[in-house]
């Protein structure tokens, strides 16, 4: 009797676990009846998603293309400012050059033009002297020349 009473437990057991088991598998296939369901739900959002997004999509890679194009267009403006610049600053270096020059040649000829003045005012000035001292001189002859007959008769 003890082997029909583990004979019976063993069958009960058996019964439970199968029961068990099938109830398992039947939760275990309506779960994924519900996650399939949802993934179906899921994979139409996506679609509506994807069409209603398309036409964003759409503008904002021609906004992006736009915007590519004018920084680039900046850029090349950018890199022509600054050659003109850099061609600017060699002219203006190579005209403050010529300036520096032409000033350093003005003021060697106003040096020359001045030690010319300079010269002839004191060839002037000498000329000037001896002209009277020449005068004076022949002022003292004459009169000397008149007062030597004053004198001789004053004596």
């Known amino acids: 009797m003890a082997e029909d009473w583990l004979f019976t437990t063993i069958r009960i057991v058996g019964v439970v676990s199968v029961f068990v088991l099938g109830t398992g598998m039947l939760v275990l296939a309506w779960v994924l009846a519900r996650v399939v369901h949802r993934l179906k739900g899921l994979d139409e959002s996506l679609k509506e998603i994807t069409r209603d997004a398309r036409p964003v999509l759409d503008r904002a890679r021609a906004i992006g293309e736009n915007l590519n194009f004018m920084v680039m267009s900046v850029r090349k403006e950018v890199d ?7 061609l600017a600053n060699d002219r203006l270096e190579d005209v403050l050059e010529s300036a520096e020059d032409r000033v ?16 002839t005012l004191i060839t002037a000035s000498s000329a000037l002297r001896g002209i009277r001292t020449g005068a004076k001189l022949l002022r003292r002859k004459r009169t000397d020349g008149e007062g030597s007959d004053a004198d001789a008769a004053e004596d």
């Open 80 to 86: 022509r400012v600054a050659e003109t610049i850099a």
């Open 104 to 119: 350093q040649d003005l003021s060697a000829l106003v040096d020359v033009v001045q030690d010319e003045v300079e010269d």
